[in-house]
């Protein structure tokens, strides 16, 4: 598991120092100051293969001497310390000979939809390395990777490498593992059936249904689910749904196709799981933001009760937060705010407090609103409280005036809004043309 990750003139930042929790992590802050950025770089840290493009030194820092030093606790042993140097003339990062990769699992779900997994069994085809060279790599000499990268597509329909499938995909695996199921406890499809239950939002359980044939011109069966409305193939589910069908299935196939490999390489298989999840509330709706946090702790359970389970994950929801609450512990748990100050980005590990609610969360310093309201009615009411305590300078132009101010107030306000009260009290009885 990551312990801390320590960056060096390579980012949006000079210096982003992080110690992680061991078991729940959330990365907060405004767009653009590196919060995804510090996904792939701790996906590379642990696993030595980038899920995109390499991260570069910050620009303008001449003489500047990039590093990455990231730490981590081994399974069953001690914390190791590694650091990784840029260097300039073959525009590589470079890590010590003796480089030791991260004993656990780690699935990483990008926010494009596609995956990356990292198994210390497994060796996959390292695509990044084919990819960069001017001729075909033949099978026998393509370089192997305990990192597999699959796209959106291949999560779904497979990956093939020179004839071989590191991974056939969502539709075929789901698929087969229904088939050979025959209603008895098989894993692979009991713990599928079992993980979406934990996984789906409050009262909608995604339940399985039949395998159907689709399409006359494809030969697969496709996976269906029950929705209310009758069985409906995953290929056609919403967005918000191929989602967690996404990370419910790769959380499984990692999971079964590691300890598969674990008995043939005659190994114990791993105990500890690292999950990296871009933007967690990406899609879902907001009955569904409130219930995915605790459902994935909830899910390593499902696939084996001794697993240890690492979150890391960026968020801009104020229920995924809010849903923390009851769980965090500042022993195991952390929250982390990127913030921009004299124009480059910093990392702060905030104090954690409860906010009570999504409105509570958004005027927090984690999202920094005034109000929780729309730009409109955030001006009228601080414009009505400046009224209220006689600072006439503070009033923006249009809302000069009482009658103004309870206009616009009038025209943005719903009649339940909680500051009414302290504005008809205070103000006059007022009376304004129709």
Wanted: with cysteine.
């Amino acid at each position: 598991m990551l312990t801390e990750l320590r960056l060096k003139s390579i980012g949006p930042g000079p210096l982003f120092d992080a110690k992680f929790g061991t078991r729940l992590n959330f990365l907060t802050g405004d767009n653009g100051l590196g919060k995804s950025f510090l996904l792939d770089v701790a996906w590379w840290a642990a696993t030595g293969s980038w899920s995109g493009e390499p991260a570069l030194p910050s620009p303008d820092k001449k003489g500047a001497r990039p590093q990455i030093t990231a730490s981590f606790q081994t399974e069953g042993g001690p914390v190791v310390k590694l650091t990784s140097r840029f260097d300039f003339k073959t525009q590589r990062w470079l890590r010590p000979r003796s480089t030791l990769l991260s004993s656990s699992i780690i699935i990483y779900a990008r926010i494009d939809g596609g995956f990356s997994v990292f198994d210390p069994v497994r060796e996959f085809p390292d695509r990044n390395l084919s990819q960069k060279l001017p001729y075909e790599v033949p099978a026998a000499l393509a370089r192997m990777s305990h990192a597999l990268h699959l796209t959106n597509e291949e999560v779904w329909s497979g990956f093939e490498f020179n004839g071989t499938f590191p991974c056939e995909g969502l539709i075929r695996d789901w698929g087969r593992w229904q088939r050979e199921s025959n209603g008895t406890s098989d894993r692979p499809f009991a713990s599928l059936q079992e993980v979406l239950r934990k996984l789906s939002p409050p009262h909608e359980e995604l339940n399985i249904g039949p395998l159907e044939r689709i399409s006359i011109s494809d030969s697969r069966d496709i996976p269906t689910l029950l929705l209310p409305y009758g069985a409906t193939p995953v290929t056609v589910a919403s967005e918000g749904m191929k989602r967690v069908l996404g990370l419910a299935y790769m959380l499984v196939w990692a999971w079964y196709e590691h300890v598969r490999a674990s008995k043939v390489a005659r190994q114990a298989s791993r105990r500890s799981m690292v999950v990296l999840i871009d933007e967690l509330e990406a899609h879902l709706h907001p009955r569904w933001q409130r219930a995915i946090l605790p459902a994935i702790l909830a899910v390593a359970k499902v696939l084996h009760p001794d697993i240890e389970l690492q979150l890391l994950t960026t968020t801009h929801s104020p229920l995924v937060l809010a849903s923390a609450e009851p769980l965090f512990k500042r022993s195991t748990d952390c929250c982390f705010l990127f913030v921009e100050k004299k124009r480059v980005a910093r990392l702060l590990k905030l104090h954690w407090a409860k906010q009570g609610d999504a409105v509570g969360w958004l005027t927090s310093e984690t999202f920094g609103l005034n109000q929780a309201r729309s730009q409109e009615a955030e001006t009228a009411i601080d414009a009505a409280e400046a009224f209220m305590r006689d600072d006439l300078t503070a009033l923006p132009s249009g809302l000069q005036t009482k009658g103004q101010i309870h206009r616009e107030l009038v025209r943005l306000l719903p009649d339940h809004d909680p500051f009414w009260p302290r504005w008809i009290v205070t103000a006059e009885p007022l009376r304004i043309p129709g």
